[in-house]
T-cell receptor, first 111, second 113 residues
Framework: RKEVEQDPGPFNVPEGATVAFNCTYS??????FFWYRQDCRKEPKLLMS???SGNEDGRFTAQLNRASQYISLLIRDSKLSDSATYLCVVKVSGGYNKLIFGAGTRLAVHP | NAGVTQTPKFQVLKTGQSMTLQCAQDMNHEYMSWYRQDPGMGLRLIHY???????DQGEVPNGYNVSRSTTEDFPLRLLSAAPSQTSVYFC????????????FGPGTRLTVL
């Protein structure tokens, strides 16, 4: 079983739609959680950190459920420019604060 | 600031050849790391460094060496390339620890024939 699991998608949605991605993690020692965005053939970039109380950044909302060991990302009013792969990233406590990356969920927003 | 730079962008090697992937950052970040990204898998940590002169192995270190003689540079050496090392390689840096925002370079696409 992968340490961080994501539905690979693709999620094909029309502009203006609301879409949600889930991510599950298996290591209960996970400390911090992030969503990164990766455009096709580009490098990953931090989208947002995920806090225990949940957090929002414009059209993006991230939630954390420690009991069930999953995090989610909600995108409202999808734009064409949101088309990308979204990587779920978990930091596990340990000798070097290990980061575990999910394989990503691909989102395609169409007109 | 240029951020994190990587060279080359593309490389084709024959099995058994060696080469060095270059990585440099101008943000004065202590923490630097190398990842490889393969289809259907998340980024996997190869080696990392918490400061000049200090390096350690990550999840998939076999077949790779690193050194960190300066804060800015963190080259990755492939000792004897194998087809299993065909991948996209990303260098990343962050302020202090891995848990802080990782800044990635543009990647190197490596094919080993």
């Amino acid at each position: 079983r992968k340490e961080v699991e994501q539905d690979p998608g693709p999620f094909n949605v029309p502009e203006g739609a609301t879409v949600a991605f889930n991510c599950t993690y298996s290591n209960s020692a996970s400390q911090s959680f992030f969503w990164y965005r990766q455009d096709c053939r580009k490098e990953p970039k931090l989208l947002m950190s995920v806090y225990s109380s949940g957090n929002e950044d414009g059209r993006f909302t991230a939630q954390l459920n420690r009991a069930s060991q999953y995090i989610s990302l909600l995108i409202r009013d999808s734009k064409l420019s949101d088309s990308a792969t979204y990587l779920c990233v978990v930091k596990v406590s340990g000798g070097y604060n290990k980061l575990i990356f999910g394989a990503g969920t691909r989102l395609a927003v169409h007109p | 600031n240029a951020g994190v730079t990587q060279t080359p962008k593309f490389q084709v090697l024959k099995t058994g050849q060696s080469m060095t992937l270059q990585c440099a950052q101008d943000m004065n970040h202590e923490y630097m790391s190398w990842y490889r990204q393969d289809p259907g898998m998340g980024l996997r940590l190869i080696h990392y460094s918490v400061g000049a002169g200090i390096t350690d192995q990550g999840e998939v270190p076999n077949g790779y060496n690193v050194s960190r003689s300066t804060t800015e540079d963190f080259p990755l050496r492939l000792l004897s390339a194998a087809p299993s090392q065909t991948s996209v390689y990303f260098c990343a840096s962050s302020y202090r620890l891995a848990g802080n925002e990782q800044f990635f370079g543009p990647g190197t696409r490596l094919t080993v024939l």
